[in-house]
């Protein structure tokens, strides 16, 4: 079953054509990874599959669903939800203040009845209270839910939001270069709650630099250059193509690995 299906999606910025005609297909379950240089346009097609930007052109559907119109937290709604290059926490608040804050779209209570406390609206609370534990518990921070935010190591910060994002059972979750400044134990830590979480039904999306975790993690690579997609397939498919190899490492240093390889 096809969860997020792209047909023909660019985005062009002025003169600048950042994403140019991709069409993606990633099948509900696993890891799928998006990979490619500095500039190829991943974080310019994540923020086109969750709704920060428009595509210039084409469709973005989630499960059969046309999204392409919908604003991001209409998405979320749908079982979107993504982090960011950069975690975007609240220093100030408790680590479990934090993951309440993903829930947002999931209150239905009127603003009148949050004011009053009405009965509606606590037992609302307290399911979303229950949720955010639970998702502390798959990110290990369950011990430090009444703290603040900002007294978590960086390799923490960026489990919580991890567990923000999945507070709201998420059926398609995009993280965007969740491995970024973890040192080799958060690494293999982070890549283990990966594959919990796509254990537990949500389809992973995934832009990461580090190609021994990505090589490790996923189950379908998908490589970006210039705005284009040039390849899609398994991880060791992607390791032997030559115009992958091409892409990261230059054609003249391509040439000499190929021919290095020959003789």
Known sequence: MTLLALRGVSRRYA????????????????????IGPN????????????????????????????????????RAVLGLARTFQTARLFGAMTVLENVLTGLHTRFATPFYSVLLRSPRFRREERHAVARAREALALAGLQK???????????????????ARAMAGAP????????????????TVALGALIRTITGAGTTVLLVEHDMKFVMG??????????????FHGRPEEARADRTVIAAYLGQKVAARLNAARSA
């Open 15 to 34: 003169g600048l054509l950042a994403v140019d005609r991709i069409d993606l297909d990633v099948p509900a379950g696993g890891v799928h990874a998006l």
């Open 39 to 74: 500039g190829a346009g991943k974080t310019t097609l994540f923020n086109l599959i969750s709704g920060l930007v428009a595509p210039t052109a084409g469709t973005i559907a989630l499960g059969g669903r046309d999204i392409t119109r919908l604003p991001a937290d209409a």
């Open 144 to 162: 430090r839910a009444e703290e603040r935010a900002a007294a978590l190591s960086y390799g923490e910060g960026r489990r919580l939001e991890i």
């Open 171 to 186: 059926r398609l979750l995009l993280l965007d270069e969740p491995a970024a400044g973890l040192n080799p134990a958060e």
């Open 217 to 230: 993690l996923s189950d379908t690579v998908t490589v970006l250059n210039f705005g284009r997609r040039l």
